[in-house]
Protein backbone atom coordinates (compact mmCIF):
# COMPACT_ATOMS: atom_id res chain seq x y z
CA UNK A 1 0.00 0.00 0.00
CA UNK A 2 1.40 3.09 -0.35
CA UNK A 3 -0.41 6.70 0.88
CA UNK A 4 0.61 10.12 0.56
CA UNK A 5 1.63 12.69 3.36
CA UNK A 6 -1.57 13.32 4.73
CA UNK A 7 -2.63 10.62 7.78
CA UNK A 8 -6.62 11.66 6.11
CA UNK A 9 -5.95 9.93 3.05
CA UNK A 10 -4.13 6.88 4.72
CA UNK A 11 -6.76 6.15 6.89
CA UNK A 12 -9.18 5.12 4.26
CA UNK A 13 -6.64 2.36 3.64
CA UNK A 14 -6.79 1.07 7.15
CA UNK A 15 -9.36 -1.08 6.84
CA UNK A 16 -8.09 -2.57 3.94
CA UNK A 17 -5.04 -3.55 5.43
CA UNK A 18 -6.23 -4.95 8.67
CA UNK A 19 -8.25 -6.97 6.21
CA UNK A 20 -5.37 -7.94 4.41
CA UNK A 21 -2.86 -9.05 7.51
CA UNK A 22 -6.05 -10.72 8.89
CA UNK A 23 -6.14 -13.22 5.62
CA UNK A 24 -2.71 -13.59 6.20
CA UNK A 25 -0.86 -11.39 3.88
CA UNK A 26 2.44 -9.36 4.60
CA UNK A 27 1.21 -5.82 4.14
CA UNK A 28 3.55 -2.54 3.93
CA UNK A 29 2.60 0.67 3.52
CA UNK A 30 4.97 3.30 2.21
CA UNK A 31 4.82 7.22 2.21
CA UNK A 32 7.25 9.74 3.07
CA UNK A 33 8.77 9.74 6.67
CA UNK A 34 6.45 11.88 8.77
CA UNK A 35 3.69 9.36 8.20
CA UNK A 36 5.37 6.70 10.54
CA UNK A 37 3.76 7.38 13.70
CA UNK A 38 0.15 7.24 11.92
CA UNK A 39 0.60 3.69 10.01
CA UNK A 40 2.32 2.26 12.88
CA UNK A 41 -0.08 3.53 15.09
CA UNK A 42 -2.71 2.20 12.78
CA UNK A 43 -0.75 -1.16 13.39
CA UNK A 44 0.33 -1.32 9.78
CA UNK A 45 4.22 -1.13 9.03
CA UNK A 46 5.21 1.67 7.88
CA UNK A 47 7.96 2.31 5.19
CA UNK A 48 9.38 5.57 5.18
CA UNK A 49 10.69 6.54 1.72
CA UNK A 50 11.79 10.15 0.07
CA UNK A 51 11.53 13.29 1.40
CA UNK A 52 8.71 15.34 3.81
CA UNK A 53 7.09 17.89 1.37
CA UNK A 54 5.86 20.77 3.28
CA UNK A 55 1.98 21.22 2.73
CA UNK A 56 1.66 24.79 3.03
CA UNK A 57 4.89 25.59 1.35
CA UNK A 58 3.75 23.49 -1.78
CA UNK A 59 0.38 24.36 -2.48
CA UNK A 60 0.83 28.31 -1.37
CA UNK A 61 0.59 30.67 -3.70
CA UNK A 62 0.48 27.97 -6.64
CA UNK A 63 -3.12 28.42 -7.60
CA UNK A 64 -3.23 29.39 -11.40
CA UNK A 65 0.53 28.65 -12.05
CA UNK A 66 0.33 25.47 -13.40
CA UNK A 67 1.23 25.32 -17.94
CA UNK A 68 -1.30 24.32 -19.81
CA UNK A 69 -1.67 20.37 -20.24
CA UNK A 70 -0.91 20.56 -23.93
CA UNK A 71 1.00 23.59 -24.12
CA UNK A 72 4.61 25.01 -24.09
CA UNK A 73 5.63 25.83 -19.79
CA UNK A 74 6.46 29.01 -18.89
CA UNK A 75 9.09 29.88 -16.95
CA UNK A 76 7.13 31.03 -13.81
CA UNK A 77 4.76 27.96 -15.12
CA UNK A 78 4.75 24.69 -13.08
CA UNK A 79 4.31 21.39 -15.15
CA UNK A 80 1.06 20.35 -15.02
CA UNK A 81 -0.28 18.41 -12.55
CA UNK A 82 -3.53 16.64 -11.49
CA UNK A 83 -4.35 18.99 -9.07
CA UNK A 84 -4.68 23.29 -10.48
CA UNK A 85 -1.84 23.57 -8.05
CA UNK A 86 0.82 21.01 -9.05
CA UNK A 87 1.16 19.67 -5.07
CA UNK A 88 -0.05 16.83 -6.29
CA UNK A 89 3.03 15.95 -8.35
CA UNK A 90 5.78 17.21 -5.51
CA UNK A 91 4.44 14.50 -3.28
CA UNK A 92 4.68 11.85 -6.25
CA UNK A 93 7.75 13.16 -7.12
CA UNK A 94 9.77 12.95 -3.25
CA UNK A 95 9.02 8.52 -2.92
CA UNK A 96 8.90 7.67 -6.73
CA UNK A 97 12.13 6.77 -6.86
CA UNK A 98 12.71 5.04 -3.48
CA UNK A 99 8.93 3.67 -4.23
CA UNK A 100 10.09 1.43 -7.31
CA UNK A 101 13.35 0.78 -5.62
CA UNK A 102 11.45 -0.58 -2.56
CA UNK A 103 9.13 -2.10 -4.70
CA UNK A 104 12.21 -4.13 -6.48
CA UNK A 105 13.72 -5.23 -3.37
CA UNK A 106 10.26 -6.61 -1.72
CA UNK A 107 8.30 -7.64 -5.05
CA UNK A 108 5.19 -6.92 -3.77
CA UNK A 109 2.11 -8.73 -5.46
CA UNK A 110 -0.18 -6.06 -5.38
CA UNK A 111 -0.13 -2.35 -5.09
CA UNK A 112 -3.14 -0.29 -3.54
CA UNK A 113 -3.40 3.40 -3.29
CA UNK A 114 -5.83 6.21 -2.66
CA UNK A 115 -6.84 8.81 -5.16
CA UNK A 116 -4.13 11.57 -4.36
CA UNK A 117 -1.12 9.22 -4.46
CA UNK A 118 -0.16 9.42 -8.37
CA UNK A 119 3.59 7.90 -7.42
CA UNK A 120 2.12 3.79 -6.49
CA UNK A 121 0.37 3.56 -10.01
CA UNK A 122 3.70 4.88 -11.66
CA UNK A 123 5.94 2.57 -9.59
CA UNK A 124 3.27 -0.25 -9.91
CA UNK A 125 3.14 -0.28 -14.10
CA UNK A 126 7.20 0.34 -13.30
CA UNK A 127 7.74 -3.04 -10.94
CA UNK A 128 4.71 -4.97 -13.53
CA UNK A 129 2.31 -5.80 -10.75
CA UNK A 130 -1.67 -5.04 -10.47
CA UNK A 131 -2.53 -2.19 -8.78
CA UNK A 132 -5.90 -0.64 -6.87
CA UNK A 133 -7.00 2.19 -6.71
CA UNK A 134 -9.06 2.70 -3.37
CA UNK A 135 -11.85 5.34 -3.49
CA UNK A 136 -12.51 7.69 -0.11
CA UNK A 137 -14.67 9.49 -2.49
CA UNK A 138 -16.69 10.02 -5.69
CA UNK A 139 -14.08 9.02 -8.69
CA UNK A 140 -12.91 10.16 -11.79
CA UNK A 141 -13.62 8.14 -14.96
CA UNK A 142 -10.66 8.39 -16.50
CA UNK A 143 -7.27 9.95 -15.15
CA UNK A 144 -4.29 9.98 -17.32
CA UNK A 145 -0.67 11.41 -16.61
CA UNK A 146 1.44 12.11 -19.76
CA UNK A 147 5.41 10.92 -18.84
CA UNK A 148 8.45 12.43 -20.73
CA UNK A 149 11.03 9.94 -21.07
CA UNK A 150 14.45 10.71 -19.44
CA UNK A 151 12.89 12.78 -16.78
CA UNK A 152 14.74 12.70 -13.51
CA UNK A 153 16.28 9.81 -14.91
CA UNK A 154 13.52 7.54 -15.33
CA UNK A 155 11.85 5.89 -18.05
CA UNK A 156 8.30 6.15 -18.82
CA UNK A 157 6.58 2.72 -17.74
CA UNK A 158 4.84 2.13 -20.87
CA UNK A 159 7.07 2.62 -23.48
CA UNK A 160 4.98 0.90 -26.53
CA UNK A 161 2.89 4.11 -26.09
CA UNK A 162 3.18 8.10 -26.52
CA UNK A 163 4.47 8.06 -23.16
CA UNK A 164 0.82 7.95 -21.02
CA UNK A 165 -0.15 5.68 -18.54
CA UNK A 166 -3.94 6.03 -17.65
CA UNK A 167 -3.86 5.51 -14.15
CA UNK A 168 -7.48 5.13 -13.40
CA UNK A 169 -9.97 4.07 -15.64
CA UNK A 170 -13.60 2.33 -15.62
Known amino acids: MSTWGWRS ?11 LQAAGHEVRVASHPSMVSAI ?10 GADVDFAAAFAGRIGAVAPLDGPATADALEPAI ?6 VRFAD ?8 FGRSWRPDLILWEPFN ?25 TTL ?3 PGVGGRAAPDARSSNTLHLFEY
Open 94 to 101: AVLDELVS
Open 83 to 88: TADGGV
Open 118 to 142: LAAPVAAAALGVPGGWNLWGAGTPR
Open 146 to 148: RLR
Open 40 to 49: SSAGLAAVPL
Open 9 to 19: HFYSLVPLGWA
